[in-house]
């Protein structure tokens, strides 16, 4: 076995990787950004060394950097993880240059299934069915407008150097082929520096299923059975399960045979996967699945893998890698029950799905029988706007794929983030959605059901708003803080109590902003307990548990420890309090109001980053005319694009960033000044 590794990645697969390796009595090396000089896989590892600032082209993308920190920590290998270096021949390459074990395939297999093209021509050529399509070299319009309609409509174009989802297009019609090429070709020469393309059939009712496989260096290829990752949202997986439901005995063993001789074709050692699309439209068979391509490194989804064959892969990569033979052969694996993985990201399915980055003010997940959390945050830790913007995956495992789901719904259902908004919803509603409990789903499911699963915006919830209104003033009560050191009044004093009577009712209001917008808010107690009032809305009763002890010598009221009901968690951060209920968070934040108001003052034209993220483009400069919806900037976060558009027509007063620089969630953009409001002061 080798004795020493370095993990040339971060997060939850660096930290998973370290666990393996240090069971395995390996020393672990780690490596860190600037943004992640503080991160678990840092901590976990017995040493850690800095490569560079936090944006990865300057850290974890640089092969020299991390090949002199393996010298020098003297690492006997290097893992790559996923992501990142792990696709690279020129790093498996340089690190067979520097005398260090890559713990992954030759650089020769990964080049050989590095582009789509090739991977499929080389697949053709090994006798594994590839979608119908076009995978040559030319590249005039023309020219692949005919090989489509030879294919036959609907068709995929893809980008040759193409992964997660960029530069795909569906089309539908002749008509459409001529923009979404040219749209594809852009996306890719943008995403990849390489603006070719491919055109495949499109399969309808589209299953991706795909295989573990896995080589060592004494010639042997085994599969590790399949994995279904159709439920996907714009091409990514969401929700990944072991085994398919509904697979066939015969089409495993067609589709595992075909991967093994995928892998073989190239020489493969080490772990691999091989991505197949299936035909689900009238039940899944041998004869309608087709090579999509072979990842050569091992999947963010493995887990559910491991579940079900009771086997670490880690362990079979640092074996393979040490030149052992394969722990097992293909007639020693089995497939144990069902297991299920969900990513949970810290993002908002209200809004998009747009990424949302932070502190983790809480963090905790819930627990179940079969339950595993791979996982590279911890409470306190930030959610950086630089990478991949996922906490955790979830993986139930159980005796049926009902079970499985079960218990992943479980997990879900008892875990609390507070801080960055998250997914969790969104997954607890899927283990539960009609349709894909039957497994009855393909990767267009989420798309159609974006309703129902909750992925759309949702009104306030004004209990769990209550829950924090009561939560603020109770604190701001019990500081009994009426005055600053300069003598100023502080938000809560007594002065901006607009009255209370003891006795009968007892009341007090104050403002708030509950998740960005500003709420007048009233808290009212009456002999049958408090309720609250938002401005604009019923008021809602905040029932308390625990003792009730009176009203404070401020009109304030006392209370024992515990005085929410098991459904809410409210949990304190600054000046802010997060109320999570059902799953769902609520910020309710005291208002100063000593706090310029900027919305108001530009008449509701400001533009401000909703997330975290880098401005890569900006439209507008001082003094220019807009309508209301031009783009005035795109700021890329987490690998995708967002436009953000005019709130309103007017003229741009100010433009508060540059492009390339970074911004934080809230930062002003741009401001408008409202087309009337000129009116009116001209
Ligand atoms: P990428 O490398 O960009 O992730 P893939 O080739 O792996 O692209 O495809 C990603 C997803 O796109 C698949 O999981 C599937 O949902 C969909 N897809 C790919 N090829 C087809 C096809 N021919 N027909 C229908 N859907 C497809």
């Known amino acids: 076995m ?21 069971r395995l009595g390996l020393r672990t090396i780690a490596v860190y950004s600037d943004a ?5 896989h840092v901590k976990m590892a017995d040493e850690a060394y800095p490569i560079g600032p936090a944006p990865a082209r300057d850290s974890y993308l640089v092969i020299d950097r991390i090949i002199s920190v393996a010298k020098q920590a003297m690492a006997e290998a290097i893992h790559p993880g996923y992501g990142f270096l792990s696709e690279r021949a020129e ?21 050989a299934m590095g582009l789509k093209d090739g991977a499929k021509a ?32 609907p068709v995929l174009i893809k980008a040759v150097a193409g992964g997660g989802g960029k530069g795909m297009k569906r089309v539908d019609k002749a008509m459409d082929f001529e923009e979404a090429l040219a749209s594809a070709q852009r996306e890719a020469q943008g995403a990849f520096g390489d603006p070719r393309v491919l055109i495949e059939k499109y399969v309808l009712s589209p299953r991706h299923i795909e295989i573990q496989v896995f080589g060592d260096t004494h010639g042997n290829v085994v599969h590790l059975f399949e994995r279904d990752c159709s439920l996907q949202r714009r091409h990514q997986k969401v929700i990944e399960e072991a085994p398919a439901p509904g697979m066939p005995e015969a089409m495993r063993a067609a589709m595992g045979q075909a991967a093994v001789e995928a892998a073989r074709a190239v020489g493969y050692v080490g772990a691999g996967t091989v991505e197949f699309i299936a ?9 309608k699945f087709w090579f999509m391509e072979m990842n050569t490194r091992l999947q963010v989804e493995h887990p559910v893998t491991e579940a079900i064959t009771g086997q670490d892969l880690v362990e079979w990569q640092l074996r393979v890698a040490s030149g052992e033979r394969l722990p097992l052969l293909q007639d020693n694996l089995a497939i144990n029950g069902h297991a299920v993985e969900a990513r949970l990201y ?7 799905f747009l990424p949302s980055t932070g502190k983790l003010h809480a963090l905790e997940f819930g627990t179940a029988d079969g339950v595993r959390i791979d996982t ?15 906490i955790a995956k979830v993986i139930a495992h159980g005796a049926t794929r009902d079970e499985a789901l079960d218990r992943l719904g479980e997990a879900l259902g008892g875990t609390v983030v507070a801080g960055p908004r998250t997914n969790v919803t969104f997954l607890k509603a899927l283990t539960e959605a009609d349709g894909f409990r039957e497994g009855d789903f393909d990767t267009g499911f989420i798309d159609r059901n974006v309703e129902a699963l909750g992925a759309v915006p949702q009104p306030m919830d004004a209990r769990a708003a209550g829950y924090g209104v009561l939560k603020l003033i109770q604190n701001s009560i019990e500081k009994v803080e009426a005055f600053d050191a300069q003598g100023h009044a502080g938000p809560w004093s007594p002065l901006y109590a607009d009255g209370f009577t003891l006795g009968a009712t007892w009341s007090r209001s104050t403002r708030a902003d509950l998740n960005g917008e500003r709420v007048e808010a009233r808290l009212n107690w009456s002999p049958a307990g408090p309720n609250v009032r938002l401005e604009g809305a019923e008021s809602v009763s905040v029932p308390l548990v625990g003792e009730f002890k009176g009203f404070g010598p401020m009109g304030g009221f006392i209370f024992g420890d515990d005085i929410f009901p098991d459904d809410v968690r409210v949990i304190e951060a600054g000046d802010r309090v997060f109320v999570i209920r059902n799953g769902r968070q609520t910020e309710v934040r005291a208002f100063d109001p000593l706090d310029v108001d900027l919305d108001h003052l530009d008449g509701g034209g400001s533009v401000k980053a909703p997330m975290h993220g880098k401005v890569v483009q900006v439209f507008v400069e001082p003094g220019q005319q807009v309508e209301k919806g031009d783009r005035i900037a795109v700021i890329e976060a987490m690998k995708m694009e967002h436009t953000l558009v005019a709130p309103t027509g007017g003229t741009v007063t100010m433009v508060a960033v540059l492009a390339g620089e970074q911004v934080a969630e809230g930062a002003p953009v741009a401001a408008i000044e409202a087309a009337e409001e000129q009116g009116k002061a001209a």
Request: aromatic share 8%; glycine share 10%; charged share 25%.
């Open 122 to 153: 080389l697949m053709q050529k090994a006798g594994v069915p590839v979608v119908p399509g076009y995978h040559g070299a030319m590249q005039d319009a023309k020219f692949l407008k005919e090989k489509a309609y030879e294919i036959g409509y």
């Open 376 to 390: 590279g945050v911890e409470e306190g830790a930030e959610v950086s706007p630089f990478y991949d913007p996922m």
């Open 346 to 352: 810290a993002e908002d399915p209200e809004k998009g």
């Open 91 to 111: 790093f498996a390459e340089a690190c067979a240059a520097a005398g260090i074990v890559f713990v992954g395939p030759p650089a020769s297999a990964i080049r």
């Open 2 to 22: 080798l004795s020493s590794v370095l993990i040339a990645n971060r997060g939850e697969i660096a930290v998973r990787v370290i666990r393996t390796a240090k």
């Open 36 to 40: 992640d000089a503080n991160a678990m």
């Open 279 to 287: 035909d689900g439209s009238a039940g899944l068979s041998p004869d």
